[in-house]
């Protein structure tokens, strides 16, 4: 299969935080990411499943690299652990820090106005999707 034949994954929206997610995912820095349950249920897309494949778009909608997914949990925000905030590759250095920089993003216009809902906040029992990946090609 080649790169043109995956489906594609975006990281953040096009600009300098996905460029900077982009790079470090190529530099193998970033092996985990999340995401919103509640966004794949409002686009009624089905959750991603360990062993799928990835292309990554870099903000030039290029396919830039390949990723597998190694693991998929869904757990509470309240539950996200230091091992998957560290493995995000943003520099964060506690479990606070990441939620408050994945909050930001969350609480965002832009994230807002793909979920439909201008007033959509977080709290402890927002269900997040934990991904694990490996760098498959790049």
Known sequence: MSLDDLPVVEFAFPGPLRDRLVAAILSGTKTSTSGLVLGYERSNEPLPVVGQRFAVLDSAERRVAVIELTEVRVVRLADVDLQHA?????????????RAGHERFWHSAEVR??????????DDDTLVLAKRFRLAHA
């Open 113 to 122: 106005a793909e979920l439909g809902d201008p007033d959509f906040t977080v």
């Open 86 to 98: 560290l493995d995000e590759g943003e520099g964060d250095e506690s479990v606070a820090q990441w």
